[in-house]
């Protein structure tokens, strides 16, 4: 009996050193970004986009679980500029989510080094720019977690991986697009879709009778894809760091800001076949191809394309409902995704977040709850840690719908670290909505039409509901979300809808507890930039 707990005593200890330890351990990947703008002939006429080390789109960061990621990157644009790491869990350190509650803006002309690390993370994720509407003009790039050689995955390792980025386009340029949402004017529908950068041509070749991975994103900033590949299905193993029910699809529907993995075997006649991305819920409908390719193959490939859905709200919202969560999957710790057993606690806070497009002095805005959120000056984040009054209040946003005109504001949402809440997002708008969470994932309990109440809770999956970072709320519907808040810190709760975002249709949730600790939360880094009324202590 004393011999037993002196053991545990001895493991809990080695537990926590091998917490703080793990910083110095595992492996560092360094990078240098350098940001400039550059012209390139994207669709029919040259137009300027952002570069990453001269690259569209960016370079994709492939790493492993818990390695530490430092990333030097240097602004040449002529605008303030920071890159944020979507699904990228910044535990303890949303110092470095690079967002404008969190951090100031690098100036242009100067570098600032992101260091976090991919503590307990897999997955497919995606980084792009955060700041004005850069996102639309490139500067985005694939982030891509693989397992630790430990850790067993709950599928065969495909023989080759390919990474996908999906965007929508506009020949516009993000300057123009930006200037127009300046002048209070809501986004026209895109020009194309690209798939890495390019709006027809990216191939992908593999041998017949083998298995790969494709991770494939949504990096756009209004539309919702359909994707599939002619003659060959697709076996999901992944959404954004959960291991999925193995379920096979003809297509799949990845919204703006999501992230899906799937297998491909390729197991059809050695030729060339269609990879279509399609958008969803638009007129007119935009279509991409992409090739894949058997190595040998001499074929080119033949119409027609596949088809796939393309206003079906309803295919989507069943379709969505089918990825679940492999309870006795490992994600990227050896125990399984089902042990914690979400369905069984408590909430503690209900938040119904209704979006809405308002005029507010004449101009276009999106609000949620009646507030249109603006950034102030200084980020919220070092508001709170140095005490610097007058920047937000917490709870300025009533946490139920309002019918009042929206007005322009900073709303914070007050929580305390490792409450258990509900979320629901309302949308009465007839447009598709994506919602994004930093600093921790979320279990997707339900979608539903109409208007949500609280009976609605009887529909709700507590057993195997999805766990992700980005989720989808159809037209004149609602999704409702549980979130552990594990995580402290000040985190983005926004439209991955960016002309949503850029105009309002975002909060943030502060997460915290007055106990200091760095088992919690760090310190600010060393190198951290400071601005607005927050000045270097
Ligand atoms: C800027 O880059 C230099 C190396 O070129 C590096 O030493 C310095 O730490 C970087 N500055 C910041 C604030 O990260
Ligand atoms: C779930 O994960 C297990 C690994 O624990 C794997 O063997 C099984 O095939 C997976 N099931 C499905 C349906 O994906």
Redesign the pocket.
Known sequence: MRQASILYFCVGILALLSDTWVQAEDPYRYYTWTVTYGTRTVLDRPQTVILINGRFPGPNIECVTNDNIIVNVINKLNEPFLITWNGIKQRRTSWQDGVLGTNCPIPPGSNWTYKFQTKDQIGTYIYFPSTAMHKAGGGFGGFNIASRSVI?I??PIPVAEFTLLISDWYRAGHQALKQNLDRGKALPVPDALLINGLSKGASFTGEKGKTYRFRISNVGISTSINFRIQGHTLTL?EVEGS????EVYNSLDVHVGQSVTVLVKFNSAVKDYYIVASSRFTKPILTTTALLRYAGSNTPPSLPLPIGPTYHVHWSMKQARTIRL?L???AARPN?QGSFHYGTIKVVKTLVLANTAEKINGKLRYAVNGISYVDPSTPLKLADWYNIPGVFSLNSMKTTPVNTPAVLGTSVVGTELHDFVEIVFQNNENTIQSWHLSGTSFYVVAYGDNVWNPSMRKRYNLLDAVSRYTVQVYPTAWTAIYVSLDNKGMWNLRSAIWARRYLGQQLYVRVWNDERSLYTETDPPPNTLFCGLAKRP
Do not use: K
């Open positions: 067993s709950p599928y193993v291991h999925t029910m193995q492999n006795t999957a490992n399984p």
